[in-house]
């Protein structure tokens, strides 16, 4: 059943383990939106590589049923492990894993906002990626992350364009801080907040609020 509701209207995927596959496609649903972290799968499997999980992974993004984001790492050449999956119908994540909290309804809109700027970035005419962002230092040669993030990046040609995504419809009850400090530090033309209000514009703090039904 799991396997139907993902793959509703695609040819079904051909994998060697269907338990294995449901298993992710359920955590997936959990994780949605959220920084994805094998320990479950290994534990509730009992597998001990990740290497069937990140077959079913990568066949799951090839047919189309999730996307990917990873941090963007500006002004250096470093690779990070994290990643976000989210599926491209946000209705299947809900119907796997249904949790109506607050927090939740948030990583759905995020769920939604990543395919939609996922599209444009596929479609666009200018070298596109996205990814998102979280405050980093290298040292002795590692990477360390610190704490503070930014929902996605998208890098636009020569532009550099951080998005936020927030729950709520009003700009007044919207933190800016994460923003600010990567403009400080990356400087770019200007920032997008994807909300629930009217489209705004702010030519003081060079943000601009745009409604998440409108993208």
């Known amino acids: 059943e799991i396997?139907?509701?993902?793959?509703?209207?695609?040819?079904?995927?051909?994998?060697?383990?269907?338990?294995?596959?449901?298993?992710?496609?359920?955590?997936?649903?959990?994780?949605?939106?959220?920084?994805?972290?094998?320990?479950?799968?290994?534990?509730?499997?009992?597998?001990?590589?990740?290497?069937?999980?990140?077959?079913?992974?990568?066949?799951?993004?090839?047919?189309?049923?999730?996307?990917?984001?990873?941090?963007?790492?500006?002004?250096?050449?470093?690779?990070?492990?994290?990643?976000?999956?989210?599926?491209?119908?946000?209705?299947?994540?809900?119907?796997?894993?249904?949790?109506?909290?607050?927090?939740?309804?948030?990583?759905?809109?995020?769920?939604?906002?990543?395919?939609?700027?996922?599209?444009?970035?596929?479609?666009?005419?200018?070298k596109s990626e996205l990814g998102y962002y979280k405050n980093h230092k290298i040292e002795k040669d590692s990477l360390r992350f610190t704490g503070g993030e930014i929902d996605f990046v998208m890098i636009y040609g020569k532009r550099i364009i951080p998005i936020e995504v927030k729950m709520t419809d009003s700009i007044s009850q919207i933190d800016l801080k994460n923003l600010k400090l990567f403009s400080d530090v990356h400087h770019p033309i200007f920032s997008i907040v994807i909300y629930g209000g009217a489209p705004y514009i702010d030519l003081k703090s060079n943000v601009l609020y745009w409604p998440y039904w409108m993208i």
């Open 3 to 126: 396997r139907l509701t993902v793959e509703r209207g695609f040819e079904l995927m051909t994998v060697e383990d269907n338990h294995l596959a449901d298993r992710v496609r359920t955590e997936l649903a959990q994780l949605n939106s959220r920084e994805f972290a094998y320990k479950n799968i290994l534990e509730k499997t009992r597998l001990r590589r990740r290497e069937p999980i990140n077959n079913i992974l990568n066949e799951l993004i090839h047919h189309g049923y999730i996307i990917r984001k990873k941090p963007v790492l500006l002004k250096n050449n470093k690779d990070s492990y994290l990643q976000i999956f989210s599926y491209i119908d946000p209705g299947i994540s809900t119907y796997l894993y249904r949790d109506e909290s607050e927090s939740s309804l948030g990583f759905q809109l995020e769920s939604y906002v990543h395919s939609r700027l996922n599209y444009r970035v596929v479609n666009s005419v200018h």
